[in-house]
């Protein structure tokens, strides 16, 4: 039994690497650092850590969290039932439940990975032809540890998606649609719900990790409602993770798969 | 990657059978004809026309029925038809008509308004065949149309090829690598092997100079069968791999008649095959 | 008794011309996207947007009360196509872009996943008519959740603005109207069937066009954050449709005073989004179109001669 | 008993694949056999646990399959259509599925899995090089890798050609023999012949005959057929059949007789010593109803 899960370790790692998505994954990977390098070469008084920070806020943490446990969350759900590979996961030894559970797990750390090798890059390109961001690798992880349980969130949330729908474009439109005009658009609106949305919880968290709890301008656009702190963020986004660790779970559990002729 | 070497063949009018294994360049050829891609050297001629040069216009002229599914999952097979035929050029009107009229010459009744996606195989060859003849094409490309089908609905489709290939003036090509197909429908046969032009003739002609042979489904004991075959001093008998048995003999059915009577057994089936086309084709596949 | 032949018989006719050909394709297409609810529910979203300001124009019109806001071309400028003005994510190309991408992501990467192109290009069609048909039919369907709403505020505005305007000045908002609706949609269309023809699968085409979209803007967010400069801003997706798009409407600039009585001010014209003019963000726009098309053109040369 | 299934009911939406199927399956190998569309494969889906009843009771070697994976690893499933990890080599795809399934030594048991359907040589090349035949057996070493009890085979000889038919044949019985048993489902009828005695009629989603090879043969002479004779000598051969009680009906051309008749078995045993006494040369025997459609139509339509 531990032997077949690891098994599934290895078999959702290896579906990480290979095919179109992840060029997309690496794009999205390298894009940050590749622009941070641009501004650093080319801008006159750049401030390293502002770049670094700015990057890592409207960035990495903002859209390439989502968009990677977007890519991998679907094509690992839907995407796999569509290509007729899901058919041999399920006949194994390890229940549904726990197939969920483990490929979660490892997407989120291999996420994770990347986004630490996503800031990392950043800081160092950042820090181009300058001194070195002060504190890079604290930043780097904090910043690695809560860009985490924002991709947990996100990855529970597309693979429950993903496993409820039967078609990979309903899947797309229930992940897409609620996401970013929740995440995107209220995020940075001066309106109530605004601090209800994952990103506001995760920057919240990183205030005191990475800004010293002191609201830089890049928390300028906190009006009208309330960040939320370190513990309310991180109760919220616990709660979150569990509830949609739990759908997905529950829907791998009732998920038949069918054969191309259900269609 | 050389798909067709030094092939110079030219095809008559009716229907002809493109005969070769797998990887033979059959495909190839069709997309050459259609002008998807174009001959590394040598020319082409379709109906007259080069299809470097006037593509569009051949296409009109020409009905293409590809191997591979190549539909449109989410568009109803009224649908799915109407615009081949709108693309072709047919108009509203006619698109419309002509759709209705083969889908139900094709044998496609009330489950033309359902969505290709969800039809079985045999209906999506059916619909894939409508497809191709609804402009009503002067030429008829059908690449395999039988694969994947379950014996009546093989029959069905060939039926429907036979139909639609003889005195609809409608010329076929029909690129396969089951005999049986060809010998059903065609009257012609081009026989091809890695790239290259093996036989071309009419099958009448290939088969006048044939010993023929007798193909046999029996009930009851086989080996009792086989031993009074041998008592009427027939040996070749072998299975066909399909059931049934090949015997290679050819003065008339009573001999066979005779070892049925003495061993008891019924002849549920008895048809006459020719081993020349046969034969040649296999050693093809063979060598 | 008179028996007629129901079998297939021949048919001979004239052939309708290219363009009828490729018409045919767009309205197929065209019909597909409202069986999909999901779509549904966006159109719906963009019509609401505009309902909303009718209604707002209604109720202030009946009750005498002038809108500023509402004043001049800025009710279409602020308060739908660019709205909430300023933002990096204006709430209407949101929803063109989450529209465009579950409609348009599946025009090319479904053909390619069914191998559909054998049937397109075994027919009358070369490969541009077929890029022009999935083309078209994805900037008409985009343009009946924008140029819709727009022409349904325009008339809503003729009815029930409190602005004297003469025929010319609502000859030009309606110029405006069309012109932006273009600019949200030509672009965004060419790009999506690029991101189309690269994949067969759908969800990867629809998910790699909202990468774009929302990489451009934090891009240029977090560039124009640390660089503590305005350039960024022409790297944003959101910023050059929009500005382009409140370029249009410069012709002609809101009245300085309001002749109703009681109305006391005007609020003031935000500053343009680019400080730029029009050329470069144009130029940007026209290239990337025009790569994409050149993109989609050399998949589908590629594509059709494969088994 | 490996399979008991109890009124199974199985939509899809309103699409109905199975509609109250009972059936009892016995170990050794049993044939599926129903036309394209006929619910074989939502049978076999749900036989293994990968989809669920709508309604009914299905219980596999005395268990229910669905969210059971202490059963799944006792049966192997070889789908329809093909679906592979396509940038993996055929050993790495069989290693991986082995070790999902609790395989003790994942590596081993894959080479035996991939030796014993003769693989060996194609097995470090990428599946996506591969070959239909070959597809066809790196699925069967999956299905067969972990060992299992019971052997769902879907369509697995579809589209191959007769040699790599013969080779599948070969590799299911041997299967069989070492004492595995088998599920099997073609359109088929000779297919299935070679593989086995045993097997189960499926169509439109309802259950329609299950027997013995020999049963179901006798159930095509159970209707009436329409037997084509085709001669030199029509209008003597028709003389000579009118004598007879088993025919019904007759009609002639000037090349062929067409004989009806209720009783099939016992005309064909009598045809050719009829035909040999007429003097007439026969060229041809065919008929229409017999073969396994025909059975399908009498069976369901009547």
């Given at each position: 039994m531990i032997q077949a899960a690891l098994g599934f370790a290895g078999l959702t790692l290896r579906g990480l690497i290979g095919g179109r998505r992840a060029t997309a994954a690496a794009v999205l990977v390298l894009a940050p650092p590749f622009f941070a390098l641009i501004a650093s070469m080319f801008g006159k008084h750049v401030d390293p850590v502002k770049l670094f920070h700015g990057f890592m806020f409207y960035f990495s943490l903002w859209f390439v969290i989502y968009l990677l446990s977007l890519i991998y969350g679907i094509s690992m759900s839907i995407g796999e039932i569509e290509d007729g590979t899901a058919g041999y996961l399920y006949l194994s030894a390890v229940p549904k439940w726990l197939i969920v559970l483990i490929q979660m797990g490892v997407t989120t750390a291999a996420l994770s990975a990347m986004l630490f090798v996503n800031l990392l890059l950043t800081g160092l390109a950042a820090s181009y032809g300058r001194e070195l961001v002060p504190n890079l690798l604290r930043d780097v992880v904090s910043c690695t540890l809560v860009g985490g349980v924002g991709i947990a969130v996100s990855l529970g949330y597309y693979v429950t998606c993903g496993l409820t729908f039967r078609t990979p474009t309903g899947a797309l439109a229930a992940a897409l649609f609620p996401t970013f005009f929740w995440e995107i658009l209220v995020t940075s609106w001066p309106m109530k719900f605004a601090e209800y949305t994952l990103t506001n919880n995760l920057r919240g968290m990183l205030l005191p990790m990475v800004f010293n709890n002191s609201r830089g301008p890049l928390y300028r656009y906190v009006v009208n409602f309330h960040l939320p702190d370190y513990g309310e963020a991180s109760m919220f986004l616990s709660i979150l993770m569990g509830l949609f660790l739990i759908t997905a779970m529950i829907a791998a559990m009732n998920r038949s798969i069918e054969g191309k002729e259900a269609r | 990657m050389r798909a067709l070497s030094e092939l110079n063949v030219s095809i008559p009018q009716g229907a002809v059978g493109l005969l070769g294994p797998n990887g033979a360049g059959k495909s190839t050829l069709i997309k050459i004809l259609l002008g998807f891609t174009p001959p590394t050297s040598g020319s082409v001629r379709v109906l007259g026309l080069d299809p470097r040069v006037a593509p569009l216009e051949i296409r009109q002229q020409v009905g293409y029925m590809p191997e591979v599914e190549s539909h449109i999952p989410s568009l109803s097979a009224v649908d799915y038809v109407y615009l081949a035929a709108r693309l072709t050029g047919l108009p509203h009107t006619d698109a419309m008509q002509r759709t209705h009229r083969v889908l139900n010459f094709v044998g496609l009744h009330d489950e033309r308004y359902r969505k290709v996606g969800t039809y079985s195989t045999g209906m999506k060859q059916k619909a894939k065949f409508a497809q191709a003849i609804v402009h009503h094409p002067k030429l008829l490309l059908l690449d395999e149309p039988t694969t994947g089908l379950d014996p009546r609905a093989r029959e069905e489709m060939l039926m429907l090829i036979r139909d639609i290939a003889h005195g609809k003036g409608i010329d076929v090509i029909l690129s396969t690598h089951i005999l049986h197909d060809v010998e059903v429908v065609c009257d012609h046969v081009v026989i091809m092997h890695r790239g290259a032009l093996v036989a071309q003739d009419k099958i009448s002609n290939l088969t006048a100079s044939a010993s023929a042979a007798y193909e046999v489904r029996i009930k009851g004991d086989r080996d009792a069968f086989l031993a009074s075959l041998k008592g009427e001093g027939i040996d070749g008998a072998a299975s066909d791999g399909d059931g049934g048995l090949r015997i290679a003999y050819d003065r008339g059915t009573a001999p066979i008649l005779r070892a049925a009577v003495a061993s008891g057994v019924q002849i549920r089936r008895l048809t006459q095959t020719h081993t020349t086309l046969e034969d040649r084709f296999s050693k093809l596949i063979g060598g | 008794m008179a028996i007629y032949d129901q079998s297939y018989t021949p048919w001979t006719g004239t052939y309708t011309s290219r363009a009828a050909r490729i018409r045919a394709m767009v309205a197929m297409e065209l019909a597909q996207p409202f069986k999909n609810v999901w779509v549904l529910v966006s159109v719906l979203m963009a019509f609401s947007l505009v309902i909303g300001w009718l209604l707002i124009l209604f109720i202030a019109g009946s009750s005498q009360v002038p809108l500023p806001f509402a004043f001049g071309n800025r009710i279409y400028r602020d308060g739908f196509y660019n709205f909430p003005t300023?933002?990096?994510?204006?709430?209407?190309?949101?929803?063109?872009?989450?529209?465009?991408?579950?409609?348009?992501?599946?025009?090319?990467?479904?053909?390619?996943?069914?191998?559909?192109?054998?049937?397109?290009f075994s027919r009358s069609i070369t490969r541009v008519d077929y890029l022009l048909g999935k083309f078209l039919s994805l900037v008409l369907f985009l343009l009946i959740v924008t140029l819709g709403p727009g022409l349904l505020l325009f008339i809503g505005q003729l009815g029930m603005s409190q602005e004297r305007l003469t025929f010319g000045q609502r000859m030009g908002d309606l110029g405006a109207i069309t012109l932006h609706s273009l600019i949200l949609t030509v672009p965004a269309s060419a790009l999506v069937l690029a991101f189309s023809s690269m994949t067969n699968r759908t969800y990867l085409a629809a998910i790699l066009w909202a990468s774009f979209y929302f990489i451009s803007a934090s891009t240029s967010e977090a560039l124009r954050f640390t660089l503590r400069s305005d350039w960024p801003k022409i790297l944003s997706w959101t910023n050059v449709t929009a500005h382009l798009g409140d370029l249009c409407y410069a012709v002609r600039p809101p009245p300085d005073t309001i002749r109703i009585p009681g109305a006391k001010s005007i609020l003031p014209v935000p500053p343009a989004i680019l400080d730029c003019g029009w050329l470069p963000p144009f130029l940007l726009l026209t290239g990337l179109t025009a790569l994409s098309l050149l993109v989609v053109w050399r998949r589908l040369r590629s594509v059709e001669g494969e088994e | 008993m490996i399979v008991e299934a109890d009124h199974l009911n199985k939509w899809y939406g309103r699409v109905i694949a199975l509609n109250d199927v009972s059936m009892r399956i016995e170990p050794g190998i049993t044939g599926l056999l129903g036309p394209n569309g006929a619910g074989k494969t939502s049978f076999m889906r749900i036989l293994i646990g990968l989809m669920r009843e709508s309604s009914g009771e299905m219980r596999v070697l005395g268990e229910s399959p669905w969210n059971n994976p202490k059963l799944s690893v006792r049966i192997g499933y070889c789908p329809e259509h093909d679906g592979f990890y396509e940038g993996m080599t055929g050993m790495q795809f069989v290693t991986a599925l082995a070790r999902i399934r609790g395989v003790k030594d994942p590596v081993a048991a894959a080479k035996r899995a991939v030796d014993w359907v003769r693989m060996a040589e194609a097995s470090d090349r990428k599946i996506l090089t591969y070959s239909r035949g070959m597809r066809q057996r790196i699925k069967i070493a999956q299905a067969v890798v972990h060992k299992p009890e019971l052997l769902v085979l879907d369509e697995p000889l579809t589209g191959s050609d007769p040699i790599v038919r013969q080779e599948l044949i070969g590799l299911i019985k041997a299967f069989a023999q070492e004492g595995g048993s088998v599920i099997v489902s073609s359109h088929v009828l000779h297919e299935i012949e070679q593989l086995t005695r045993r097997i189960v009629l499926i169509h439109r989603g309802r259950l329609v005959a299950e027997g013995d090879v020999g049963q179901i043969r006798d159930l095509i002479d159970r209707h009436p057929h329409t037997v084509e004779v085709k001669s030199d000598r029509p209008r003597d051969l028709a003389a000579a059949l009118a004598r007879e009680p088993e025919v019904v009906e007759i009609r002639f051309d000037p090349s062929a007789v067409w004989v009806r008749t209720p009783k099939p078995d016992a005309f064909y045993s009598k045809l050719p010593r009829i035909a040999l006494d007429a003097g007439a040369e026969v060229k041809e025997i065919s008929s229409p109803d017999d073969n396994l459609e025909a059975v399908f139509r009498y069976l369901t339509e009547t």
């Open positions: - | - | 300023g933002s990096s994510f204006t709430l209407f190309s949101m929803i063109l872009m989450a529209l465009s991408a579950t409609v348009g992501a599946s025009l090319i990467s479904r053909d390619l996943r069914h191998r559909a192109l054998l049937m397109y | -």
